[in-house]
């Protein structure tokens, strides 16, 4: 049996090996702009051309929903396919008798986003398979739990836009989805509002045309159908689910009699042409574009990377092997290597090419998430790791907007009981940049859950369990929650009935408290603890206001410095140093002791009088930093008051 194995696996990676010497000769252009990296074949005008074509794509969707403008969208790794040869080696699977042939695809896996597009691909539009992923990845972190019509009828809606140079035209009407229409019977409305992830029409092909394109119909006729007369009846839907009505509840409350929105439907799709909505095309300065020519191996990279979010790891472990032996100090090649070797089960050796990617490139911020990721996993969160803490807080320096890194930061500290202030942070910022997500709800609970606030635990988890996107995110949530009621037994169990659930009363101090009566006949020498404030700025913009600024910053923080705790500690002169970094919100993050009081009460009590402050001041919108490092040290010491 396990020769057999080898043979097929030797098999497959000669194929895979062999179709790619086809395209040795072959030149490719990488392309970076802001958001994108598209690496193609078909030259340096079509690279640059594609470029810009998906920085106005993410212009419009962001401009056409107002949520998404103030959020960062994800990175995304294109590969533009000039012909059907090159899709075909990208894509072998598909290629197999009886497979459709796909234009372009859209996949992510560990965080990391990538796409592929052909070129030369028949139809107006070779984009439309990525746009249409493209929309879900931009709208699903704050919409997790939109219906599945909607949420499909709305990126078949966007996905169909074109970008011409005088205007961008949404909702255009696309023929092969009308064929469908014209040549399938409709499913009825009151089945077609109920599908979920699980149905049929969600997973079967022989249905899910029929649903895409009637949930393009519908959404469209609810966008703009009348000259968007009918809009508010999508909002009156959407109001009556987030008031808690049911699929059919809702539909009825804002639609009326279904039966005859069916027919109207019906009516509708078989109009002579579609009313469609048109904008400016955005416009996206060609000079943020770095353009360069690949070798071999980062081309063989790229395509190993593809293999591997695209959950492959046989094929990309046999294209990434090649890099390696071509260039084995190009870092990107290790990267995809570690993603590739978890995927096949070993987690240890990917640490290690994680690592050799983040050596030769240390300022790639997805390489330090990764390694950490890959260290904290299976039961490495359980201990220490200093070397996954710093590789978490440098990918949160790296790239701010980056939302994993904060979430496993919060779990890593959870998990060492510790910074629980500054871990309730993080979670928070993880979900500020992703409000619907709902692996970003169950690291809260986690953190919320080590802090003892059970009712905000329960509240998280709820969040988490009802925007699951999957399976896996569900079981996530509901095992979770199980674990959370085994503590609560326990410990109810282990304490006395007098003793009451904190988060339904206030938190009180340990610290002892004055005493009225006789105690106050007898004079008693009295003292107040000084605070002195130096603050050094080590990263930040060079602006005139930055002084009052910081002003407000040590204003914000003073009184959570003289805390009960600093107040017991300081029994001499101590100082303590930290630095933290402010970003352009007020939010903070890594906050680190860069030289100890010797009191480790003390260190841990300015630490987080810093996390709970946070979010502080804004900075101005003008600023043009994103971030504002400081160095504070505080100088405690006694003197005498008098006390009269």
């Known amino acids: 049996?396990?020769?057999?194995?080898?043979?097929?696996?030797?098999?497959?990676?000669?194929?895979?090996?062999?179709?790619?010497?086809?395209?040795?000769?072959?030149?490719?252009?990488?392309?970076?702009?802001?958001?994108?990296?598209?690496?193609?074949?078909?030259?340096?005008?079509?690279?640059?051309?594609?470029?810009?074509?998906?920085?106005?794509?993410?212009?419009?969707?962001?401009?056409?929903?107002?949520?998404?403008?103030?959020?960062?969208?994800?990175?995304?790794?294109?590969?533009?396919?000039?012909?059907?040869?090159?899709?075909?080696e990208l894509l072998p699977e598909y290629w197999v008798k009886g497979h459709v042939h796909p234009a372009g695809l859209f996949s992510s896996r560990l965080n990391n986003y990538q796409a592929a597009v052909q070129l030369d691909a028949q139809g107006s539009n070779p984009y439309e398979t990525f746009y249409h992923?493209?929309?879900?990845?931009?709208?699903?972190?704050?919409?997790?739990?939109?219906?599945?019509?909607?949420?499909?009828?709305?990126?078949?809606?966007?996905?169909?836009?074109?970008?011409?140079?005088?205007?961008?035209?949404?909702?255009?009407?696309d023929n092969d989805l009308l064929r469908e229409l014209n040549q399938q019977a409709l499913i009825p409305l009151n089945v077609l509002f109920n599908v979920d992830q699980s149905s049929?029409?969600?997973?079967?092909?022989?249905?899910?045309?029929?649903?895409?394109?009637?949930?393009?119909?519908?959404?469209?006729?609810?966008?703009?159908?009348?000259?968007?007369?009918?809009?508010?009846?999508?909002?009156?839907?959407?109001?009556?689910?987030?008031?808690?009505?049911?699929?059919?509840?809702?539909?009825?409350?804002?639609?009326?009699?279904?039966?005859?929105?069916?027919?109207?439907?019906?009516?509708?799709?078989?109009?002579?042409?579609?009313?469609f909505l048109k904008m400016d095309p955005p416009k996206i300065s060609e000079e943020e574009l770095k353009v360069r020519t690949l070798s071999e191996a980062e081309a063989d990279a790229y395509r190993g990377g593809f293999a591997t979010v695209r959950g492959r790891p046989q094929d990309a472990g046999a294209i990434l092997q090649e890099a390696l032996q071509l260039d084995p100090n190009f870092a990107l090649t290790h990267l995809y290597l570690a993603m590739t070797e978890f995927q096949s089960g070993q987690r240890k050796i990917a640490v290690e090419s994680a690592s050799q990617a983040?050596?030769?490139?240390?300022?790639?911020?997805?390489?330090?998430?990764?390694?950490?990721?890959?260290?904290?996993?299976?039961?490495?969160?359980?201990?220490?790791?200093?070397?996954?803490?710093?590789?978490?807080?440098?990918?949160?320096?790296?790239?701010?907007?980056?939302?994993?890194?904060?979430?496993?930061?919060?779990?890593?500290?959870?998990?060492?009981?510790?910074?629980?202030?500054?871990?309730?942070?993080?979670?928070?910022?993880?979900?500020?940049?992703?409000?619907?997500?709902?692996?970003?709800?169950?690291?809260?609970?986690?953190?919320?859950?080590?802090?003892?606030?059970?009712?905000?635990?329960?509240?998280?988890?709820?969040?988490?369990?009802?925007?699951?996107?999957?399976?896996?995110?569900?079981a996530n949530a509901e095992s979770f929650s199980s674990y959370v009621q085994q503590v609560r037994q326990f410990q109810s169990m282990a304490q006395p009935r007098s003793v009451v659930d904190d988060s339904a009363q206030p938190q009180t101090s340990a610290t002892p408290q004055p005493t009225t009566g006789n105690a106050g006949l007898s004079p008693v020498p009295v003292s107040a603890v000084h605070l002195q404030m130096n603050v050094v700025v080590l990263n930040g913009p060079q602006v005139s206001g930055l002084r009052s600024y910081i002003g407000d910053v040590l204003g914000s923080?003073?009184?959570?410095?003289?805390?009960p705790t600093a107040m017991e500690a300081v029994k001499e002169p101590r100082d303590v140093s930290i630095e933290f970094t402010i970003m352009k919100d007020g939010t903070v993050y890594n906050i680190k002791i860069v030289s100890s009081s010797g009191d480790a009460a003390l260190d841990q009590s300015a630490r987080d009088a810093i996390a709970k402050a946070s979010p502080l001041k804004a900075m101005p919108a003008d600023w043009n930093a994103k971030t504002l490092s400081l160095r504070m040290n505080l100088v405690y010491s006694q003197e005498a008051v008098d006390a009269h």
């Open 1 to 88: 049996m396990y020769p057999c194995r080898r043979v097929v696996a030797v098999a497959v990676a000669i194929l895979v090996v062999s179709s790619l010497a086809e395209a040795k000769h072959e030149t490719w252009i990488e392309v970076r702009s802001t958001n994108f990296v598209v690496v193609t074949n078909a030259g340096e005008k079509q690279a640059r051309k594609s470029a810009l074509q998906f920085e106005q794509i993410r212009a419009v969707f962001r401009q056409s929903l107002a949520v998404a403008k103030e959020y960062p969208s994800p990175f995304v790794t294109v590969i533009a396919a000039k012909d059907e040869s090159t899709m075909r």
């Open 133 to 173: 992923e493209y929309y879900h990845s931009i709208t699903m972190p704050f919409f997790p739990d939109l219906p599945v019509w909607l949420a499909e009828g709305l990126a078949e809606f966007f996905g169909h836009t074109q970008i011409e140079e005088k205007y961008v035209g949404m909702g255009q009407a």
């Open 200 to 275: 049929p029409y969600y997973n079967e092909s022989n249905r899910t045309s029929i649903f895409y394109a009637e949930s393009w119909a519908l959404t469209h006729y609810l966008m703009v159908g009348d000259k968007q007369g009918h809009k508010p009846l999508l909002a009156a839907y959407l109001d009556a689910l987030e008031k808690g009505k049911t699929q059919d509840e809702a539909a009825v409350a804002a639609f009326g009699d279904l039966k005859k929105l069916q027919n109207t439907l019906q009516v509708y799709i078989r109009q002579a042409s579609y009313f």
């Open 358 to 474: 983040v050596t030769l490139d240390p300022k790639n911020y997805y390489a330090r998430y990764l390694r950490a990721f890959l260290a904290t996993g299976a039961s490495g969160m359980m201990s220490r790791d200093p070397d996954a803490e710093e590789d978490l807080r440098q990918a949160i320096a790296l790239e701010p907007e980056f939302s994993p890194p904060y979430a496993l930061l919060a779990v890593y500290l959870a998990f060492q009981n510790e910074n629980l202030e500054e871990a309730l942070g993080y979670a928070r910022k993880a979900i500020s940049l992703q409000p619907g997500s709902s692996s970003y709800q169950l690291s809260l609970a986690q953190v919320l859950l080590r802090m003892n606030k059970y009712s905000e635990v329960g509240t998280a988890l709820a969040r988490a369990s009802a925007w699951a996107r999957n399976p896996q995110e569900k």
């Open 557 to 563: 923080l003073q009184n959570g410095f003289l805390n």
